[in-house]
């Protein structure tokens, strides 16, 4: 078993590519799950901060892992834009198992362009939040591999799988 986190700025693009990922995956036959672990922890429970919503997250994930694991998934397709060391290495020990990382980078200009459309004020927060990130570097450097992703969807995605050497046999 084997799990990578695609990392970075909100609106990157860290849900589509592991959307794609999945898809590859699946066509390959290969026992995979994608998780999104922003909805791990999109919930209301009193103080809101990113300590307690990380907490949350990494409860909810070890139970979903022994669900997965139970299944017979051997690899792991996660996103969400980790800040530090300490939340990563939260997400390493609840994983118990190899954890790779992968930042996808975009510029901040285009950025802006794909959350600036989106009618939600929570994608409007993301974006305050990812312009303040970014100028100050953080959740940066925290990644394996970094990656452009500012080709198509289904190169990015097999870029990523190429490099992992995910599942070992494939020609991605």
Not at 87 to 94: D, F, N, P, S
Not at 100 to 116: C, F, G, K, Q, S
Request: charge should be negative.
């Amino acid at each position: 078993m084997e799990a990578v986190l695609l990392t970075g700025l909100f609106g990157v693009g860290k849900s589509t590519i592991a959307a794609e990922m999945a898809d590859l995956l699946e066509d390959a036959g290969v026992p995979y799950a994608a998780l999104d672990l922003d909805w791990l922890t999109w919930c209301n429970v009193g103080d809101g901060d990113r300590a307690s919503e990380h907490a949350m997250l990494l409860r909810n994930l070890g139970s979903v892992m022994a669900n997965y694991r139970a299944a017979g998934v051997g690899y792991f397709v996660l996103a969400r834009w980790i800040q530090d060391r300490d939340e990563l290495a939260g997400l390493v020990a609840t994983m118990a198992m190899p954890l790779h990382t992968v930042e996808l980078a975009v510029p901040l200009d285009e950025i802006t362009r794909r959350l600036a459309t989106d009618p939600t004020a929570g994608r409007r927060d993301d974006l305050a939040e990812s312009v303040a990130w970014g100028e100050k570097g953080g959740g940066v450097g925290l990644a394996e591999y970094r990656v452009q992703n500012d080709r198509p969807v289904g190169e990015v995605a097999a870029d990523i799988l190429r490099w992992l050497a995910w599942p070992p046999q494939a020609s991605w």
